[in-house]
């Protein structure tokens, strides 16, 4: 049996490693089908993507990306909470399995510390080996949120371990109304991004036939429109709070207008809508805010089926609030730049996202906690 430090330590590098191979691969399938430059070359453009989706920023030339392709960071995600269950479960000398559940914590903090120690020193190394200093700190940062999460979530599963339970019971409803908020927001901007693909799917067809790209190139392109799908959903869903989305300066994309500048010929941009003012299919996207901001005050009511409605309103607008404000910091997350020009700062706009996702959940949460004190049974 391992050792579950180097389990976790082997782990890490192990997560880092497949994932540079993945972006590396990647990278070499569009090289064999451009022949832009050296297979040298193509890989270390696999490198900077590597590093790109770890949060250090990448360089092509002389342009710098900052925008990070949360696809291909899930990926990343997913190996290291795989390997970071297998270590956990190397753990000696205490029952795991059963009710010690601060055994369970002290096991699960050790591995996630270390895993996360390992991947964030492995990303921050590369990205100064490279010559991106000035993106090291933020790759680290990034690197070790996102091991410290994959981790602990992969090692929880492994022990069956919950949290939660030491919570009191009013509070553990909490997570679990952000969560469905969060799951209604990206499921309606991953509806709204998909009804607009299927709406102009005859533009996203000519600009790929435009591109020539071939079978391999095709490939590649394809991977990396997915490497960055959820950054898209993102975007959409801010668009369906009203906030809208930018690409880059002179555009401006929401459901009450469109403005849209000069852009590059990938495919996903055939999606967006026609530029002017949007029209009344357009504005009923706004609902999803509306439906989030509900579905997080009705996981915290039904925990509180005695409370008077005065509280259940104000629990129910806190609920919408906080899970707001998460989106606003997925919002923050998704944002960055492709480019030094006409992709500069993409992104939802912050303070609008703020604004509209603070007051539309937050309100819509605040009446649907009103009404459910109002209308349920009085308990005996």
């Known amino acids: 049996m391992v050792g579950w430090p180097v389990a976790a330590l082997v782990g890490a590098v192990a997560s880092a490693f497949f994932g ?58 997913v190996m ?59 790759g680290g940062v990034i690197a070790a949120v996102t091991a410290a999460v994959a981790s602990a979530w992969g090692c929880c599963r492994a022990l069956d371990y919950d949290p939660t339970r030491a919570w009191p019971l009013w509070s553990r409803a909490v997570p ?34 435009a591109l020539d790209a071939g079978v391999a190139g095709g490939i590649a392109l394809l991977v990396a429109q997915l490497a960055f799908a959820p950054n898209l959903i993102i975007w959409a869903s801010s668009y369906t709070l009203g906030s809208g989305f930018s690409l880059g300066p002179g555009t401006a994309v929401s459901p009450t ?30 609902g999803v805010g509306i439906l989030a901001g509900a579905a997080a005050a009705w996981c915290v009511m039904r925990a509180r089926p005695a409370a008077r409605f005065d509280e259940t309103s104000l629990v129910g607008g806190l609920a919408g609030m906080v ?13 960055g730049d492709l480019g ?12 609008s996202l703020a604004t509209m996702a603070a007051t539309t959940m937050g309100l ?4 649907v906690g009103l009404v459910f004190g109002l209308l349920r049974k009085p308990t005996s």
């Open 20 to 77: 540079w191979v993945l972006m590396a691969g990647l990278a070499v399938v569009g090289w064999l089908a451009a022949d832009p430059g050296s297979l040298a070359g193509a890989i270390g453009v696999g490198t900077q993507f590597w590093l790109l989706a770890n949060g250090a920023g990448g360089r092509l030339g002389a342009t710098e990306l900052t925008l990070v392709p949360w696809g291909a960071t899930a990926v990343f995600a």
């Open 80 to 138: 290291l909470s795989r390997f970071a269950g297998f270590a956990v479960r190397q753990t000696r000398g205490t029952d795991l399995t059963g009710g010690a559940g601060r055994a369970r914590g002290a096991a699960i903090g050790r591995v996630v510390a270390i895993t996360s120690a390992t991947y964030l020193l492995l990303v921050v190394v590369v990205a100064l080996l490279v010559g991106q200093p000035e993106h090291a700190v933020r």
């Open 176 to 209: 679990r109304a952000v969560l469905a908020a969060s799951l209604v927001m990206v499921a309606g901007g991953a509806a709204a991004l998909a009804t607009a693909l299927v709406a102009h799917l005859e533009r996203v067809e000519q600009l790929t036939r």
């Open 257 to 286: 207008e469109t403005q849209l500048g000069l852009l590059p010929g990938l495919p996903v941009f055939g999606a967006l809508p026609a530029e002017g003012p949007g029209d009344l299919a357009q504005l009923a996207w706004l």
């Open 323 to 335: 899970a707001g404000l998460l989106f606003v910091g997925l919002g923050a997350a998704s944002g």
């Open 340 to 351: 030094m020009l006409r992709l500069a700062d993409v992104g939802p706009p912050l303070a």
């Open 364 to 367: 819509s949460g605040l009446i």
